[in-house]
């Protein structure tokens, strides 16, 4: 049977309507066929040529950039969050032991705002271990 309907969609005159027609034959057959199947049965190339199969894949980079953003500006605030705490962890009470370094480095962003906040009680580096052990479930 998809057979039939690629046959009947390769006797269409209009390139914009059948690059159309097939994106959506395609994507319809992809809910119930092999993908090996579908690529054997229609032409890929013309389905890039349709609209809604550019659109589709606009909506993909669209997202993925979109994503892509939000990810980066997470990973820069939790950088720049890290960055600025340990320098003040190291004003406060000086250099700290490698272990308590990489627990620091686990901690998010909203966890880092409010270490920055108990620093300004703390006097010693036992200070900032107890107050890492209280966080910890």
């Known amino acids: 049977m998809l057979e ?3 046959n ?7 390139p914009s309507q ?3 027609l097939l994106a959506c034959t395609q994507v319809l057959a992809g809910l119930r066929f ?3 199947l579908i690529r054997q049965l229609f032409r890929s190339e013309t389905m ?10 606009e909506d993909g980079l669209l997202e ?26 190291t004003r406060r009470v000086g250099a700290i032991a490698p272990e308590i370094q990489e627990q620091i480095q686990t901690l998010s962003v909203e966890e880092l705002e409010n270490l920055g906040e108990a620093l ?11 107050w890492l052990n209280q966080r910890q479930p």
């Not at 009947?8 to 209009?14: D, N, W």
């Not at 890039?48 to 894949?57: A, G, L, P, T």
């Open 64 to 89: 993925g950039l979109q994503q892509g953003l939000q990810q980066g500006l997470q990973q820069g605030l939790q950088q720049e969050a890290l960055s600025f705490v340990t320098r003040l962890i």
């Open 4 to 6: 039939q309907i690629a």
């Open 8 to 14: 009947r969609i390769a006797t269409i005159e209009e």
């Open 48 to 57: 890039r040529e349709s609209v809604i199969y550019q659109e589709i894949r």
């Open 120 to 130: 300004l009680d703390f006097s010693e580096v036992t200070d900032l271990e107890n």
């Open 34 to 36: 092999e993908k090996n």
């Open 18 to 20: 059948q690059a159309d």
